[in-house]
């Protein structure tokens, strides 16, 4: 990071400005401050997803990795009742994501580990990653899921940002695979989580039930509905708009929503509970997306 002025800093790759944070991103007292204005008594503390960084060789990705997941935990060690670890992992190896994830879950006591959509252009539902997903479930590790320099950047036409125009589709990309390629099936215990909703999945849902139902090949690949899958998925409730989120719990139930802030960055929501009571929620399902299901995500 290069200094910008005394409450952001700029991240920098490859000699550019990737991205100016607010100081909340590396403040506890300042991240503890927001917290209490959105109302939030506890939070999730994971890496910023350009961090993940899985274009890097292997052995420089388990040194970031590595290092990323230290600074989450001194983080959490100066409040520890207020924060809880998602950590990094090296995904562009298998077996070296795994040995991360064994130490962020018995070392450092994470609930589990954030990962992008996809890695290198390769969807987190193909096979390759099957033996770190069974790795997660075997050992109870939470996994979020967040987009990542997402398909479809060279489409988007004027100024608006990739976060807003690409990762809602770049994420139910992620979902979709994990169903169509059999890992959310054979995997049936795995806690995971996608942000922003599921991006476009709760539309593109009927979709591949359609197609399940219309394409016998489609149906010998599964055992269950797409559905079957997608609705024991978590995702968060980072969808701005009351209707949306409606839309969201009517698509994947009430049980399986929490909140999301996307804090401290500008797409994030600074009033993720707020926007949750616009929604018209009544009182049990309100407790649950805001405490009970993250806490069952987490494995708290």
Known sequence: MAEAHACH?????????????????????????????????????????????????????RALTRYLNEQIAEMIALAPARFVGLGAVPLQNADSAIR?????????????????????????GDA?????????????????????????????????PEQA????????????????????????KLRIAFSHGGGALPVLLP????AWNAFPKAKESLAESPEVYAKRFFYDALVFDPKATRFVIDSFGSSQVCVGSDYPFTMGDGDPVGTLEKAGLD???????TSTNARRFLGI
Request: aromatic share 8%; charged share 20%; hydrophobic share 50%.
């Open 165 to 188: 125009v690409c990762f809602p589709g770049d994420i139910a990309l992620a979902a979709a695979s994990m169903i169509t390629g059999g890992i959310a099936a054979r995997h049936p």
């Open 128 to 160: 390759r990653f099957e033996p770190f997903f069974a790795a997660a479930e075997g050992i109870g590790a939470a996994i979020f899921v967040h987009a990542l320099r997402p398909a479809g950047q060279d489409r988007i036409v004027g100024a608006f």
């Open 9 to 61: 800093r700029h991240v920098m790759i490859s000699g550019k400005v990737y991205r100016t944070v607010a100081d909340g991103g590396w403040s506890v007292p300042r991240r503890i401050e927001a917290m209490g204005a959105m109302r939030v008594a506890r939070q999730v503390l994971s890496p910023m997803p350009e961090l993940l960084s899985y274009w890097l060789p292997l052995e420089d990705g």
């Open 100 to 124: 991360e994830l064994e130490h962020v879950m018995k070392n450092l006591a994470f609930s589990g580990v954030e990962i992008a959509s996809h890695v290198n252009g390769v969807s987190i």
């Open 283 to 289: 009182a049990a399902v309100l407790s649950a997306i």
């Open 207 to 210: 979709r591949l039930v359609r």
